[in-house]
């Protein structure tokens, strides 16, 4: 229930918002989201609210917070309430139809652009499963040489990839299709880069609702008991489209892992490798074309 607040003075407000997220989320999420909230609404820097303690909040402020804050009781992500996303540097317009970007997905990006930092000529790269599009945007900002393909399932997934193309001036040809039913890609290709659908159903009870309920599940769930559903089909793209020594990046859910490398194993691939993220997980795999 969002509780009207007519007169408040800043750091009142401050007080309120802290106490009413208290037992929902920790100080440090507290502080981020207060901070963020306000950048996005107001420009405010940090320094503001320390500064100005009892500058006299006005309707227009209050109604912003307040419609905020109650959203956040509810567990809705920040990026879905102010539609904004920051990912590998770049602000991108996400809502409930699209994953929220995520860190770890950066260092995908990064392990792409550092193995083609000095590449001299052009290089085609797909991209299957845009969502948002903030893989493709990504790559295509920071190496002028990469002509980008992206495809989705998703006709409003795309819809939002397209803005954020535009928003960044990034050239990309997008395309709506299911890569289940792709057997052999329109032409020849030197990159395959995917962060597709990855978690089985049965590992619902250990996500935060959050994600759960918020998040599009088009985008995070395989088929009950087929973990490597959309893996299988995106290496079968990868062998039967990529040029020899093309490289398949994906991401991969740790939990299997070893299953994933088995099968990978048993095609033309060759110089398997899987790094860690950030957080120390098993999170990327690369493999060559043979």
């Known amino acids: 229930m969002i509780v009207l607040i007519l007169h408040m003075l800043l750091n009142e407000f401050i007080n309120h918002f802290n106490s009413s997220l208290t037992g929902y989320y920790s100080k440090p999420e507290i502080k981020t989201f207060y901070t963020r909230l306000t950048d996005f609404y107001f420009k405010w820097p940090p320094s503001f609210s320390v500064l100005n303690p009892e500058y006299q909040i006005n309707k227009y402020e209050l109604m912003k917070l307040s419609l905020a804050l109650d959203k956040l009781k509810q567990y809705i992500p920040l990026q879905y309430i102010i539609n904004e996303s920051y990912f ?9 139809q699209v994953l929220i970007p995520r860190p770890e997905t950066e260092e995908l ?5 550092s193995d083609f930092k000095d590449v001299k000529d052009h290089r085609n790269v797909l991209e299957l499963g845009t969502g948002s599009g903030c893989i493709a945007i990504s790559l295509a900002k920071e190496q002028s040489k990469f002509c980008i393909e992206a495809l989705d399932v998703s006709e409003t997934a795309l819809d939002i990839a397209k803005k954020n193309a535009s928003h960044h001036h990034a050239k990309i040809d997008f395309i709506q299709q299911d890569l289940t039913t792709i057997k052999v890609w329109s032409k020849s290709i030197d990159v395959v880069v995917s962060n597709p659908p990855y978690i089985e159903p049965d590992e619902k009870k250990e996500m ?15 088929p009950k008991r087929e973990p490597l559903y959309f893996y ?11 040029n020899p020594n093309g490289c398949l990046y994906l991401e991969i859910n740790p939990k299997f892992k070893e299953d994933l490398l088995t099968y990978i194993k048993r095609r033309t691939f060759k110089d398997i490798e899987v790094r860690n993220d950030i957080f120390g997980k098993k999170r990327m795999l690369k493999a060559v074309k043979s």
């Open 208 to 222: 935060l609702s959050n994600v759960l309920e918020y998040e599009p599940h088009l985008a995070l769930f395989t």
């Open 232 to 242: 299988k089909k995106i290496i079968a793209i990868a062998q039967s489209s990529l």
């Open 109 to 113: 990006v990064k392990w792409v652009l």
């Open 88 to 96: 590998y540097g770049r602000s991108f317009y996400v809502n409930e």
